[in-house]
């Protein structure tokens, strides 16, 4: 088995960005889902689920480090790091809330021009963030923006599966993924408890339950008109009224992860 792709979304609910390799920590891949839209009266965290023009953002890093966000018909735009205590904005995602920095108002202006919306930009610094949730990892286990944990895996052989019952294919960019490994049989990753990839132990700690968000084309926004892929994955991954694909991991230590390295079950 080996990890054949690598993705990481630097703005929450904005597109992938596919790399070949990555520096990897606490908080899962450098620079994944630090970043994150919401609504500028309340702090509520957006996403593609009611947005889906959220899909058409593109974002980067440049050589400094600055975040680079490029759309459709906007000029793009640097956005510097704010610091770590410089104008805290509370905010909300699911049932967490946390005062993190605000991004500026040339980004909140450029994002609320894209979305049609009042919006802000905002950031999570690594003393800013949150601790998983309970009975899941370990107490020092923390992620930045995303639903829940630092990192997403899913087997290509799980993907190839659910193809061949839905009989076409479904992008894995659907399902949001930090790491693919392929190599292993479909679903193998719901019986994986610690792995090793490259030189570095990955700690499994709950399957991902997955939403709506899993039927938007991430090309084109669109959503599938028949429901795919959730109506086929509710027929054989539903459990307990969750629907189930993919596994969350958190990292031991810290170190680079490259595409094409070894995936050992410990």
Wanted: net charge neutral; glycine share 10%; proline share 7%.
């Amino acid at each position: 088995m080996f990890l054949s792709e690598l993705y990481r979304y630097p703005v929450k609910s904005g597109r992938a960005q596919s790399l070949q390799a990555s520096p990897v920590g606490q908080l899962g891949l450098l620079g994944d889902r630090r970043w994150m839209v919401v609504e500028a009266d309340n702090g509520r965290f957006l996403t593609q689920r009611a947005w889906p023009q959220l899909g058409q953002l593109r974002a980067s890093y440049d050589a400094a480090g600055q975040l680079l966000l490029e759309a459709p018909g906007q000029a793009p735009l640097r956005v510097p790091v704010p610091l770590a205590d410089d104008d805290l904005r509370g905010v909300t995602l699911w049932r967490d809330t946390l005062r993190v920095p605000d991004a500026g108002d040339a980004a909140a202006l450029w994002l609320s021009a894209l979305l049609g919306k009042d919006v802000r930009l905002v950031y999570c610094p690594e003393q800013r963030a949150r601790y998983l949730p309970n009975g899941y990892g370990l107490n020092s286990d923390r992620a930045a923006f995303p639903d829940g944990f630092p990192l997403l895996l899913i087997g290509q052989g799980s993907l190839d599966e659910l193809n061949r019952r839905i009989g076409r294919p479904m992008e894995m960019l659907r399902f949001r993924p930090n790491l693919v490994v392929q190599g292993a049989e479909p679903f193998a990753e719901d019986g994986w408890k610690r792995i090793r990839i490259g030189a570095l132990e990955f700690r499994v700690l709950k399957p991902s339950v997955r939403c709506i968000f899993t039927t938007i084309d991430p090309l084109t926004g669109e959503r599938s008109a028949d429901r795919e892929p959730m109506t086929t994955l509710k027929t054989f991954r539903e459990k307990e009224g969750d629907v189930l694909f993919g596994q969350n991991l958190a990292v031991d230590g810290s170190g680079v992860l490259e595409v094409g390295m070894e995936v050992e079950v410990l």
